[in-house]
């Protein structure tokens, strides 16, 4: 049952406002301060006002200008863009307290929260959009507003990194473009509110073209091998901007926008009798393995966690591509999952970062000793990369399993092992060094980071905990995924 409703439109106006007054009165602590923590609690408060009725299947839509006949902006919130909007406006609070406490000694700080909200406001109106056109401002509005986040430190590397961040991500958005005009010319509709929009009568090499096209524009923000060469080196922004990019906003952005591509513009009855899914899922099974054996041989923590980052985003993407209920339903779930693990590693490595300013693995020797509560944080998120029963990660590899049996593809399932494998590789060695290598001849004594970095990290570990032994409690996010799973397959 679809409802008009301005809530929609509302949610990602709250930021886009705050940004405004940010701007105007940033200069001012307080009020910076203020204005941000104001509207991340605002912005989750108008969510999930709309989440008892997405859970009862009611869709809230809102229309706000037409530009030419069927083609203007809208705003719709499904099972599907709930999801994504729960998750970015529950962690836009965290990582907001946790940014207040990083940044306080920084520079241009009116400058980062300005752009950090204008950031959140265009993710939710991403989640929220009605049809490709909406989809497409919002996502390159994301594109712009991330640059001064990513340069901010204002060093030739960061300006480096930040001419790299714009060249994949405007030349990503300019296929997205293409795609957007040319499903417009085929079908004479963007909307988003169908399982489907393109038909078998198309020509298969149209519809070959037009997949490439979108799929790699919203790969690029995905990460997908070979699109992914911006990721790391955005590494070089403060770590709330790290953390932004890898659980928040951008990184979710691509993945949510394959995810409309393959469900809401394509459709999964015609892409079952397509090649190109199954493509789609080899090339994430080979970025899932690859950035994961890259990011054995990082050193520095921020880099490591960026070829993490890569690798599950993919679990996603694979999760779409297999097109059965059981992965698309891994695949939305890991939106979360994803989010809350890798931001509670971002907030860790800034905390360490900020409290002993070690930004590398091999100086961590010891460190669970000074900073145990920190570190206690880190190995929760860990072990939930790794798969282990009762953590987040768990469910999502569980259910992505499930969904390539269920699909006849037995050997993703060997890909989910050795990814396993390569996670414990890559992030136990950590967790040894922490507890079990202290420095020789050296007293260590608990030194944690301030409050402000602390309780957020404390907090978004706890989710992880909570995501992986709740999935099944009736109005969890768990539930919202189920919901999108069965608009999609019409189950």
Same mark, same amino acid.
């Given at each position: 049952?679809?409802?008009?409703?301005?809530?929609?439109?509302?949610?990602?106006?709250?930021?886009?406002?705050? =940004?405004?007054?940010?701007?105007?009165?940033? %200069?001012?602590?307080? #009020?910076?301060?203020?204005?941000?923590?104001?509207?991340?609690?605002?912005?989750?408060?108008?969510?999930?006002?709309?989440?008892?009725?997405?859970?009862?299947?009611?869709?809230?839509?809102?229309?706000?200008?037409?530009?030419?006949?069927?083609?203007?902006? !809208?705003?719709?919130?499904?099972?599907?863009?709930?999801?994504?909007?729960?998750? &970015?406006?529950?962690?836009?609070?965290?990582?907001?307290?946790?940014?207040?406490?990083?940044?306080?000694?920084?520079?241009?700080?009116?400058?980062?929260?300005?752009?950090?909200?204008?950031?959140?406001?265009?993710?939710?109106?991403?989640?929220?959009?009605?049809?490709?056109?909406?989809?497409?401002?919002?996502?390159? +509005?994301?594109?712009?507003?991330?640059?001064?986040?990513?340069?901010?430190?204002?060093?030739?590397?960061?300006?480096? =990194?930040?001419?790299?961040?714009?060249?994949?991500?405007?030349?990503?958005?300019?296929?997205?473009?293409?795609?957007?005009?040319?499903?417009?010319?085929?079908?004479?509709?963007?909307?988003?509110?169908?399982?489907?929009?393109?038909?078998?009568?198309?020509?298969?090499?149209?519809?070959?073209?037009?997949?490439?096209?979108?799929?790699?524009?919203?790969?690029?923000?995905?990460?997908? /091998?070979?699109?992914?060469? #911006?990721?790391?080196?955005?590494?070089?922004?403060?770590?709330?901007?790290?953390?932004?990019?890898?659980?928040?906003?951008?990184?979710?952005?691509?993945?949510? !926008?394959?995810?409309?591509?393959?469900?809401?513009?394509?459709?999964?009855?015609?892409?079952?009798?397509?090649?190109?899914?199954?493509?789609?899922?080899?090339?994430? =099974? $080979?970025?899932?393995?690859?950035?994961?054996?890259?990011?054995?041989?990082?050193?520095?923590?921020?880099?490591?966690?960026?070829? &993490?980052?890569?690798?599950?985003?993919?679990?996603?993407?694979? !999760?779409?591509?297999?097109? +059965?209920?059981?992965?698309?339903?891994?695949?939305?779930?890991?939106?979360?999952?994803?989010?809350?693990?890798?931001?509670?590693? $971002?907030?860790?490595?800034?905390?360490?970062?900020?409290? +002993?300013?070690?930004?590398?693995?091999?100086?961590?020797?010891?460190?669970?000793?000074? /900073?145990?509560?920190?570190?206690?944080?880190?190995?929760?998120?860990?072990?939930?990369?790794?798969?282990?029963?009762?953590?987040?990660?768990?469910?999502?590899?569980?259910?992505?399993?499930?969904?390539?049996?269920?699909?006849?593809?037995?050997?993703?399932?060997?890909?989910?092992?050795?990814?396993?494998?390569?996670?414990?590789?890559? #992030?136990?060695?950590?967790?040894?060094?922490?507890?079990?290598?202290?420095?020789?001849?050296?007293?260590? %004594?608990?030194?944690?980071?301030?409050?402000?970095?602390?309780?957020?990290?404390?907090?978004?570990?706890?989710?992880?905990?909570?995501?992986?032994?709740? =999935?099944?409690?009736?109005?969890?996010? $768990?539930?919202?995924?189920?919901?999108?799973?069965?608009?999609?397959?019409?189950?």
């Amino acid at each position: 049952m679809e409802v008009v409703d301005i809530r929609p439109m509302l949610a990602p106006l709250i930021s886009f406002v705050c =940004a405004g007054l940010v701007f105007a009165t940033g %200069r001012a602590a307080f #009020w910076r301060r203020f204005w941000s923590l104001a509207a991340a609690v605002a912005k989750l408060a108008v969510v999930m006002s709309m989440l008892p009725g997405a859970l009862r299947g009611t869709v809230y839509v809102f229309k706000l200008v037409d530009f030419t006949p069927g083609v203007g902006l !809208g705003f719709r919130a499904d099972a599907l863009g709930m999801f994504f909007a729960v998750v &970015s406006s529950t962690l836009w609070i965290f990582t907001t307290i946790y940014a207040i406490g990083y940044m306080e000694r920084e520079h241009s700080r009116m400058r980062f929260f300005g752009f950090f909200a204008l950031c959140v406001s265009t993710t939710v109106g991403i989640a929220f959009a009605e049809n490709l056109l909406t989809l497409f401002l919002f996502y390159e +509005t994301l594109t712009i507003c991330t640059y001064p986040l990513v340069i901010h430190e204002e060093t030739p590397e960061a300006f480096k =990194a930040g001419r790299k961040y714009l060249t994949y991500t405007l030349i990503g958005g300019a296929f997205v473009l293409i795609g957007t005009v040319v499903v417009y010319n085929l079908t004479g509709t963007l909307s988003l509110a169908h399982p489907g929009i393109l038909t078998s009568s198309i020509d298969t090499g149209t519809l070959g073209l037009l997949f490439v096209a979108l799929i790699a524009g919203f790969g690029v923000k995905a990460a997908i /091998m070979p699109l992914h060469g #911006w990721l790391p080196s955005a590494m070089v922004a403060p770590t709330p901007v790290s953390a932004l990019l890898h659980a928040v906003a951008v990184v979710k952005a691509g993945a949510f !926008g394959v995810l409309r591509v393959i469900y809401n513009v394509f459709g999964v009855e015609l892409l079952r009798d397509l090649p190109f899914a199954h493509v789609l899922a080899y090339l994430a =099974a $080979f970025t899932i393995v690859t950035a994961s054996f890259i990011a054995l041989f990082q050193d520095n923590i921020k880099r490591r966690l960026a070829y &993490s980052t890569i690798s599950q985003l993919s679990y996603i993407v694979l !999760g779409a591509a297999l097109l +059965t209920p059981l992965a698309a339903t891994a695949a939305i779930v890991h939106i979360a999952n994803q989010a809350f693990a890798k931001i509670t590693m $971002f907030f860790v490595a800034g905390a360490i970062q900020r409290t +002993t300013g070690k930004t590398c693995v091999h100086e961590l020797a010891g460190i669970g000793y000074r /900073m145990p509560y920190t570190m206690a944080a880190f190995t929760i998120a860990a072990l939930s990369f790794i798969g282990v029963p009762l953590f987040a990660g768990f469910v999502t590899k569980w259910y992505l399993s499930l969904g390539a049996l269920e699909a006849g593809d037995w050997w993703f399932v060997v890909v989910l092992i050795a990814s396993a494998l390569l996670n414990a590789a890559y #992030w136990l060695p950590i967790v040894y060094l922490a507890y079990f290598k202290a420095p020789p001849g050296t007293t260590m %004594r608990v030194a944690e980071a301030r409050p402000t970095l602390l309780v957020p990290t404390l907090i978004c570990a706890g989710y992880v905990l909570l995501l992986g032994t709740t =999935a099944n409690v009736p109005g969890m996010p $768990f539930s919202l995924a189920r919901a999108a799973v069965q608009f999609v397959f019409g189950m």
